[in-house]
Nanobody
Framework: QVQLVESGGGLVQAGGSLSVSCVASGTIFSLNVWGWYRQAPGKQRDWVASITRGGRTNYADPVKGRFTITRDNAKNTVYLQMSSLRPEDTAVYYC????????WGQGTQVTVSS
């Protein structure tokens, strides 16, 4: 069974930067397309960014130009570097494959203060 463990969230002021990471186990990490999702209070979970096996990336419009997704197949880890953060980026951030596995990790809270 796949296990996803996100970490690195925290509180940051608007305009600041933060990096979150996710370690995956129970799956052949290198074969998957990986993504980051986020869920703000009272809202549905939305896709944020993805990275293919070959390293091609794609981003949701609200984060394009500000967020960068990377992966390290040797460490079974996917990262999300976030810069120029805005209060509307406040959410719990999750990683998962594209399309996602049924089970999700606990996520990591990112809070951006104005």
């Amino acid at each position: 069974q796949v296990q996803l463990v996100e970490s690195g969230g925290g509180l940051v002021q608007a305009g600041g930067s933060l990096s979150v990471s996710c370690v995956a186990s129970g799956t052949i990490f290198s074969l998957n397309v990986w993504g980051w999702y986020r869920q703000a209070p009272g809202k549905q979970r939305d896709w944020v960014a993805s990275i293919t096996r070959g390293g091609r990336t794609n981003y949701a419009d609200p984060v394009k130009g500000r967020f960068t997704i990377t992966r390290d197949n040797a460490k079974n880890t996917v990262y999300l570097q976030m810069s120029s953060l805005r209060p509307e980026d406040t959410a719990v951030y999750y990683c998962n494959t594209i399309p996602p596995f049924a089970n999700w990790g606990q996520g990591t809270q990112v809070t951006v203060s104005s």
